[in-house]
């Protein structure tokens, strides 16, 4: 089975400040990861993903992440956030012996920019 | 905006009531997901809907019934619904996938939401 776990519950920064949301999962084989976000009041959006080759990818707004397989996780970074970041971040992890595209979420990490 | 439609936005029913939460995609997506969210939590999956069949089911109660009747359409009929059903149930949709191979990017494209309250 697998399992996604993000250790930051809630995050306060002041704009400008750099972010890291750390993100570890459990499984044994290959994996999709991801990155949604979820606004106040909004559906879930795509970030960034992972699939294959280099393991820093880039996603939207600024955001980047990278995966590092030797320590299961796939961090998702900004240099510089804005009050319009506050939202909900949540990790997802896909493996490659699933049946289907069965999403496993992390636990959520609510981000909250001052401004 | 998302290019996955759920509706309607928003529901409050009584614990006897009968409805139906529906989901449309129009991205040739042949597979479509039910999540269930509670307020501060991760989605939860609930079923899965590849080519039209009923692929995974989470051991979700009978009181939810998924349905799918085309590729592009999603429905979720519920019957004798509890107080602590009330969340957001999320609808999403993907590249399918064949027992017998295939590859797809795991993608998936969610739809705003109905937020349902039961009283």
């Known amino acids: 089975a697998q399992s996604v776990s993000q250790h930051n519950h809630h995050v306060i920064l002041s704009e400008a400040a750099s972010l890291e949301l750390g993100c570890n999962y459990s499984?044994?084989?290959?994996?999709?990861l991801f990155w949604y976000v979820q606004y106040p009041g909004q559906h879930l959006q795509l970030l960034l993903k992972y699939f294959s080759g280099d393991p820093l990818v880039k996603g939207i707004k600024g955001f980047e992440a990278e995966f590092i397989k030797s320590k299961f996780s796939f961090n998702l970074r900004k240099p510089s956030v804005q009050w319009s970041d506050t939202a909900e971040y949540f990790c997802a992890v896909n493996g490659d012996n699933n049946a289907g595209n069965m999403l496993t979420f992390g636990g959520g990490t609510r981000l909250m920019v001052k401004p | 905006d998302t290019e996955v439609t759920q509706t309607p936005k928003h529901l409050v029913m009584g614990m006897t009531n009968k409805k139906s939460l529906k989901c449309e995609q129009h991205?040739?997506?042949?597979?479509m997901y039910w999540y269930k969210q509670k307020a501060k939590k991760p989605p939860e999956l609930m079923f899965v809907?590849?080519?039209?069949?009923?692929?995974i089911n989470e051991s979700v109660p009978s009181r939810f019934s998924p349905e799918c009747p085309n590729s592009s359409l999603l429905n979720l009929h519920l019957h004798a619904l509890q107080p602590e059903d009330s969340a957001l149930y999320l609808c999403?949709?993907?590249?399918?996938?064949?027992?017998?191979?295939?590859?797809?990017?795991?993608?998936?494209?969610f739809g705003e939401g109905s937020r349902l309250t039961v009283l």
């Open positions: 999403a949709s993907s590249q399918g996938w064949r027992t017998s191979g295939g590859t797809n990017t795991g993608e998936l494209f």
């Open positions: 991205m040739g997506h042949r597979a």
């Open positions: 809907y590849s080519y039209e069949k009923l692929s």
């Open positions: 499984y044994g084989g290959t994996v999709n």
